[in-house]
């Protein structure tokens, strides 16, 4: 029997089930609560029920992690499409891609079936996170749009909907209406991660980093509870604004207090703490043996990752721990994606690849071989992954190495354009005195 849940046809499933696997789609979609738990009510209730099997699937293909993608594997080969209604058959479809890497393409499927069905939230999510390590997260925006005006504001989960929409603004670039959205979002939806995350962003990115605490602090009852499922990445940013304010030793507190304290050792999250770690050393703070620890919890995934992103920091982390081996390991591995003919090729190839050999360079003190790799994967850095804010790592690297080789007309370039976005900027207002004291 099908069951109408959430604007679409669940199959197999009767409506307790489609009750539990409404609650999880809600739990996935606001990053908030016990996904799993939802779906093993719903196949306790119906144990045939296709779209828990296929959640549960996404759930570890959007881990990033190697034996999670391994196990998705093997479920996905054992599902078929024999009586999947249209939403399930085209989760099925993406899903098939997605494991394989093949993430455009199945970013492209749900796609078109949102366009059929703007309803379906979980595809919603799907995209928006795959997008996300295709470094596209600004594509949201569009996606929203084009289901924001089937659905009605009063309707339950419009204002998730609406989330996604000004976080998509936020990626664009289109600040002022990304956080009206997102604030109205968050009145709606006041456990959401994504629109507190998209309020954040806009406060990091226009340089008003006491609006930021101000708006972490005031919030703090909905974003660091333990069913917050990346509340990692939030404390991630609060850091950041204490670094944006000169508070290094704050934001170091908050790597040793916090973020260690919560993240799981997967890509997804160690990125955060080797992000902060790096931004810090490169401000003169001592990390200690931090890297080494760091290091440690990055080791389970050398040489079996397939996400730029992850392993530019993975390589990083080795770097700066004096695990050249390690180092290495990814390295190679990078370069193997890179020949694979797979579609994330130009990644590797023009992004991933020129990225950690410029970071090598940073770390060997070589600053102007580190300008020179960094610049050249500049034009096309999206193509690693992440936001805007977190590709920043590279930018700031690379302004840093352009003051260090003392390469005064990079230097100068790079630290105006900084300064365009985020004058007040502590850190933006130490690169400029020493970019300008570099002598011509």
Partial sequence: MSRTNGGGLL???????????????????????????????AREASPGCPMADLMGAWLLVLSNDHAQLAKAKGQLAAMSFNGLS???????????????????????????????????????????????????????????????????????NYGIVLSFYGFGLEELGDYSRAEDVSRRAAELEPFGYWPHHAVSHVLEMTGRPDEGLAWMDGRLPYWSDAKCNNRVHIWWHKALFHIELGQFAEALALY?????????????????????????????????????????????????MSSPFNEIHAAITALRADETAAFEMVLAAMKRSAASGGELVPAYRNVAIPVTEGMACFVRQDYAGAVDHLLRAQPELWRMGGSVAQRDLVEWTLTEAAIRAGE???????????????????????FLEEATAILV
């Avoid at 295709?134 to 339950?156: M, Q």
Wanted: net charge positive.
């Fill in 408 to 430: 005064r007309d990079v230097a100068m370039s790079l630290t105006n354009e900084r300064m365009a976005l985020r004058p007040g900027s502590a850190v933006n207002r130490r």
């Fill in 256 to 304: 040793d207090e916090q973020i260690l304290g919560v993240m799981r050792p997967v890509g997804t999250q160690l990125c955060n703490a080797t992000a902060l770690l790096w931004r810090l050393e490169t401000l003169g703070c001592d990390a200690g043996n931090r890297w080494t620890y760091q290091h440690s919890l990055w080791q389970k995934q050398l040489g079996e």
């Fill in 86 to 156: 249209p939403r399930e058959h085209w989760h099925l479809v993406a899903l098939r891609l997605a494991v394989e890497g093949s993430w455009p393409s199945a970013v492209a499927v749900l796609d078109r079936h949102l366009m059929a069905d703007p309803h379906d939230l979980a595809a919603h999510q799907c995209a928006l996170r795959l997008d996300g390590y295709l470094g596209r997260f600004h594509r949201t925006a569009a996606r929203a749009a084009r289901a924001l005006p089937f659905w009605s504001k009063d309707e339950p």
């Fill in 11 to 41: 199959s197999g499933t009767n409506a307790e089930a489609a009750g539990h696997i409404a609650d999880a789609v809600r739990a996935f979609t606001l990053n908030y609560g016990d996904v799993n738990a939802h779906l093993v009510r």
